[in-house]
């Protein structure tokens, strides 16, 4: 087992209620050595919260979506590694750990996810979570569309495709950047980290977040979600057929 230093990267719009939280949890972490909040856009003290709880913070001015916050975060901690020398062939760079900013203390639980990344088992870890607190508001069309998908491109079946929390090796990273855009991103990473030739491995994890219900609101995230996941489909059939 080499000991790579882990960075964690947390994109969070609007979630001043629970950012601090989740960053003092994710601090804790055997492993991580920098937290990286994106706040995309908030209308509210995200940003000031993330700071005040020690976390390192890139601010959209304009909510540019999740992707683009993976993406400025992941630039972020290049520039870091950059500044520290690890550049070139052979430089020992991070893992990055994805976290959801509205896990609050329950990202306590996240460590399973990063020995199997720096023991050089699996590429990319996924955490699936346990039946949360209350019921989400959506009939599953977002999950099925995504699991059968992954499954069309690399017969690889998810538990739970939408997971947002990985912990990635950098090469994986790489390999899969540009990622696809929005809510698209989760099941782009999948399909292109094992198109690569890598491992992805699922791993349970005791997480409780907050879940979308069947308000207007839920039933909004849960159609742009539908699209960016069919768009990030639809790319990746183009990509198939055009090479
Ligand atoms: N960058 C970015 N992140 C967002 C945006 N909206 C939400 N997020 C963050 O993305 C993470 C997941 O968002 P949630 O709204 O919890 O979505 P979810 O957990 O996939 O949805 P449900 O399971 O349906 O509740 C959280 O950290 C949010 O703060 C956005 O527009 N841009
Ligand atoms: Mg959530």
Redesign the pocket.
């Given at each position: 087992m080499t000991d790579t230093a882990v960075a964690a990267i947390?994109?969070?719009?609007?979630?001043a209620a629970r950012i601090a939280a989740t960053v003092d949890a994710v601090r804790r972490l055997d492993g991580i050595d920098l937290v990286v909040v994106?706040d995309?856009g908030s209308s509210d003290a995200t940003s000031e919260l993330a700071r005040a709880a020690g976390a390192l913070v890139v601010r959209h001015p304009r909510?540019r979506?999740?992707a683009?916050?993976m993406t400025s975060g992941a630039g972020y901690v290049s520039r870091i590694e950059f500044e520290e020398g690890r550049v070139g062939p052979g430089a020992e760079r991070r893992a990055l750990l994805f976290v959801?900013?509205?896990l609050e203390a329950s990202a306590a639980n996240l460590g399973v996810l990063i020995p199997p990344v720096s023991s050089g088992e699996a590429d990319m870890t996924i955490a699936t979570l346990p039946p949360q607190k209350t019921a989400?508001g959506?009939r599953g069309f977002v999950v099925r569309l995504a699991r059968a998908g992954i499954e069309e491109f690399t017969g690889f079946r998810a538990v739970q495709p939408?997971s947002?929390m990985r912990c990635i090796s950098r090469r994986a990273f790489d390999a899969a950047t540009p990622l696809a855009r929005g809510w698209g991103v989760e099941v782009g990473l999948t399909i292109d980290v094992l198109l690569s030739g890598m491992q992805v491995l699922e791993v349970p994890c005791e997480l409780h977040?907050?879940?979308?219900g069947s308000d207007w609101r839920?039933q909004l995230?849960?159609a742009r979600?539908y699209r960016d996941v069919a768009l990030a489909l639809a790319h990746r059939r183009l990509r198939r057929v055009t090479g």
């Open positions: 947390i994109p969070a719009k609007d979630e994106v995309d909510n979506g999740k683009a916050a959801d900013g509205d989400g959506g939408l947002g977040h907050r879940v979308s839920g995230h849960r979600q």
